[in-house]
């Protein structure tokens, strides 16, 4: 599950760190630089970081996007190698703001774009990339656990039974002594936010007697242990079944 999202978390470290190296060179531009120790070592860092995300665009793209990446990546390299003002660079060629934002603009959205695609993870082809050789495909099949249909379906109704609960506690929504549905509207937003309390406690209570059993029998560290240990199981299955 976690590999699944190393690549997207690497991919938003690149682009906060592109979005970074912009604030600084704007700075810079601007100003004339900062021409100080801290600042360089600012810039260093900054530079380093994108550097070390860089390989994301030319192993973790799909086929149809690899070149592509590849030229936005040697792009994106020039850009790191070609000095800010206030860096020592005897012979270089001078930054002009326009024609840095026009660059830094073209990359920024491609990294955006690469959001909406299916990256690949380590040890696994991106998507439309090399196959098996015998054929078979590399596409992970969901998970299907005996009984998780009808548990999700469950959990499912619970919850909109929870969320109808609320929204008709809320609004005033009651049974009367005969049997009928009366409704009483709140008066102002206390009235609004007293019966939105009520209706959140009722809850409460009725989820606390569900579990009073299992907090009777296992204590209340057990049972925060379990359901801790529930969600994540959730989860998961979430993720596994695809």
């Given at each position: 599950?976690?590999?699944?999202?190393?690549?997207?978390?690497?991919?938003?470290?690149?682009?906060?760190?592109?979005?970074?190296?912009?604030?600084?060179?704007?700075?810079?531009?601007?100003?004339?630089?900062?021409?100080?120790?801290?600042?360089?070592?600012?810039?260093?860092?900054?530079?380093?970081?994108?550097?070390?995300?860089?390989?994301?665009?030319?192993?973790?793209?799909?086929?149809?996007?690899?070149?592509?990446?590849?030229?936005?990546?040697?792009?994106?390299?020039?850009?790191?190698?070609?000095?800010?003002?206030?860096?020592?660079?005897?012979?270089?060629?001078?930054?002009?703001?326009?024609?840095?934002?026009?660059?830094?603009?073209?990359?920024?959205?491609?990294?955006?774009?690469?959001?909406?695609?299916?990256?690949?993870?380590?040890?696994?082809?991106?998507?439309?990339?090399?196959?098996?050789?015998?054929?078979?495909?590399?596409?992970?099949?969901?998970?299907?656990?005996?009984?998780?249909?009808?548990?999700g379906g469950l959990i499912r109704l619970a919850l909109l039974a929870a969320a109808a609960?609320?929204v008709a506690r809320t609004l005033g929504l009651r049974w009367d002594t005969a049997g009928?549905?009366?409704?009483?509207?709140?008066?102002?937003?206390?009235?609004?936010?007293?019966?939105?309390?009520?209706?959140?406690?009722?809850?409460?209570?009725?989820?606390?007697?569900?579990?009073?059993?299992?907090?009777?029998?296992?204590?209340?560290?057990?049972?925060?242990?379990?359901?801790?240990?529930?969600?994540?199981?959730?989860?998961?299955?979430?993720y596994l079944r695809g």
């Amino acid at each position: 599950m976690w590999r699944g999202l190393c690549p997207r978390w690497r991919l938003r470290g690149l682009i906060a760190a592109w979005v970074a190296y912009r604030k600084e060179a704007a700075g810079r531009l601007g100003t004339g630089g900062e021409d100080s120790a801290a600042a360089g070592e600012r810039l260093l860092r900054l530079r380093a970081r994108i550097a070390q995300r860089l390989p994301l665009l030319t192993t973790a793209v799909p086929e149809p996007l690899r070149a592509e990446a590849r030229e936005q990546a040697a792009a994106i390299t020039e850009i790191l190698n070609r000095p800010l003002p206030g860096e020592a660079a005897p012979g270089a060629q001078p930054w002009d703001w326009e024609e840095f934002e026009s660059r830094w603009r073209a990359h920024f959205i491609f990294l955006h774009m690469l959001r909406g695609v299916r990256l690949a993870t380590a040890g696994a082809p991106a998507a439309g990339g090399l196959s098996v050789p015998n054929g078979l495909s590399r596409r992970r099949r969901p998970l299907r656990l005996p009984g998780a249909r009808w548990a999700g379906g469950l959990i499912r109704l619970a919850l909109l039974a929870a969320a109808a609960y609320i929204v008709a506690r809320t609004l005033g929504l009651r049974w009367d002594t005969a049997g009928r549905f009366v409704l009483e509207p709140p008066a102002g937003a206390e009235g609004w936010a007293r019966n939105l309390g009520l209706a959140v406690k009722g809850i409460g209570l009725a989820a606390a007697g569900l579990l009073a059993p299992v907090v009777a029998a296992y204590g209340a560290t057990v049972t925060v242990v379990l359901l801790a240990v529930l969600g994540v199981a959730l989860v998961c299955w979430r993720y596994l079944r695809g």
